[in-house]
């Protein structure tokens, strides 16, 4: 795992990120989210991603950054995610990330701790993976 969050990291800070997989990608993604920068989020995003969370949809990259990505930065930014399995999948041009997390630490003032379910479809570009679709899902954990 730790040389999975060093290399996601590494691809935050550079805008080539061509040689990464699927999973690279995705920790990528939520390494920029909890490092707060918005723009190497966003750059892992397609442009017309689509995001469900909690009810809702968000339908393109542009709208996501307008609304849930400051909000979701900023909780990345104060909690703790550990990833608890993740499965990863492949056919051709396309991949799925299916991710089993816990979510501990304070959020405005607030415990947290909650399990999640993450399911990411990814699109092979010219320059490397990109999120086309997310599903995220969270409940409370129980003992």
Sequence with gaps: MWKRSVFAAALVASPLHAQAGPADAVAAFHAALAAGDS???VRWLDPDVVIFESGGAELS?????????PGDMAFAVAVTR????????????VAWVAT???TTGTYRDRAVDVRGTETMILRRTAT???????HWSSRRATP
Aim: charged share 25%.
């Design 39 to 41: 723009a190497a989020a």
């Design 61 to 69: 990259a542009a709208e996501y950054a307008g609304h849930h990505l």
């Design 82 to 93: 550990t990833v608890e399995d993740q499965q990863v999948h492949e056919a051709g041009d």
């Design 100 to 102: 089993r997390s816990r």
């Design 128 to 134: 490397g993976w990109r999120i086309v679709h997310v």
